[in-house]
């Protein structure tokens, strides 16, 4: 039904516009409180094996919606009875933005991919920040909410650890776990951070304030970077993970590249620039979690995103190392019933491989 959907007329409308649409039916079907029930009813109960203790959070599963969907965090309660084990919200900055000028969102269906610029738009972490508590004050289901946060367009390198701190400050009451983002392609200069010279003081003043602004309670901190990082770099980072004591490590972001994709060069040369995400990532991004898993040792946290399409794509970042996995644009080509779809399959290859946990499976092809 959502494929039929998809090519009759989602495809037909601008993306950005499709997808307003899209998440606003996902509000009005899920978001209310009366349909709750009827959600899970439709989703079936989760299968036990795959819950998971991960960053000191009980999850009811490993798969979550990655950051970029909710920008507002506007609909994480409906995204959740979908079928998300839990929500990303974000990215969001300090200060208010429009993000890039439009168009900044672009589909490459040939290869099950987008092209996003989108330019961090969101309300600002005083508006997100009171939607969040408004939300964490509502009954409800049992809901795990990451926040990720990045760097304000106007704020200068030399402002950036005060731009993140204000975000940190306001937002890290309402998060199950935050990520600091230097890794989107489309914040001029953003990616400059990911130098762990500049890096180390960043999350070392995120910390900090986490810890002023939440006493009493430790909120996860992890980084997000992108698939782009030369290996040395990776490993620059991993290290820095590991001397900061940071609890994970968010693998990977957006790329610039443009190669082996199947879209004619006449078409991405018309979209311009902007990062990839979708299936050209995953090789990429497994190759990544590979490689930290191996520097930082088996007890740093990895959440995999990038190019998870399938429950076959999710089980083998798992037993790469990761112990969480997200996805966007998968949902994105898949639709409502995809992440529930996703767990089900999942679990079905756990039982099969003889893991009676997710935790089980973790890591279990490095372990040979």
């Known amino acids: 039904m959502y494929d039929l959907l998809f090519r009759l007329v989602l495809r037909r409308i601008p993306a950005e516009l499709a997808h307003r649409f899209a ?7 899920a978001g209310p409180a009366a349909a709750g029930g009827l959600w899970a009813a439709l989703r079936g109960q989760r299968d036990p094996v795959l819950r998971t203790r991960v960053l000191g959070i009980d999850f009811p599963g490993p798969l979550g919606l990655a950051a970029g969907f909710d920008k507002d965090a506007e609909g994480a309660r409906a995204l959740a009875r979908l079928g998300f084990d839990f929500v990303e919200v974000g990215t969001v900055t300090a200060l208010p933005q429009p993000g890039n000028p439009q168009p900044r969102l672009f589909r490459l269906p040939d290869d099950r991919a987008l092209v996003n610029r989108m330019g961090f738009n969101n309300s600002g972490a ?16 049992p809901l795990v909410i990451g926040v990720n946060i990045g760097k304000s367009k106007v704020a200068t390198a030399d402002q950036a650890i005060d731009d993140y ?4 400050t306001i937002l890290g009451p309402s998060a199950d776990y935050l990520v600091v983002n230097v890794s989107s392609p489309n914040t001029p200069g953003l990616r ?6 500049v890096l180390e003081p960043l999350l070392t003043a995120v910390r900090e304030a986490l810890e002023r602004a939440v006493p009493g309670r430790r909120v996860p901190l992890l980084v997000k970077i992108t698939t782009d990082l030369a290996d040395e770099d990776i490993d620059a980072v991993a290290d820095m993970a590991v001397r900061l004591g940071l609890d994970g490590v968010v693998a990977t972001n957006t790329t610039t590249s443009r190669a082996g994709l199947t879209t004619p060069a006449a078409t991405l040369a018309e979209i311009g620039a902007g990062g990839v995400s979708g299936r050209p990532l ?10 930290l898993r191996a520097r930082m040792g088996p007890s740093m946290t990895i959440v995999s995103v990038g190019g998870i399409e ?6 083998q970042r798992i037993r790469a190392g990761a112990s969480l996995v ?6 994105i080509y898949g639709g409502a019933r995809w992440p529930t779809r996703i767990n089900r399959e999942l679990a079905a290859l756990l039982r099969a491989d003889g893991f009676s946990s997710i935790a089980d499976a973790v890591g279990a092809d490095a372990r040979g």
């Open 23 to 29: 998440f606003a039916l996902i509000r009005l079907a």
């Open 165 to 168: 701190v204000r975000s940190t």
């Open 282 to 291: 995953a090789a990429s991004a497994l190759a990544v979690v590979r490689r």
């Open 192 to 197: 400059d951070l990911q130098q762990v010279e």
């Open 310 to 315: 399938t429950a076959q794509d999710a089980y």
């Open 126 to 141: 005083e508006v997100v920040g009171w939607r969040l508590r408004r939300l964490r004050a509502t009954d409800g289901e």
């Open 326 to 331: 997200q996805a966007y644009t998968g949902f």
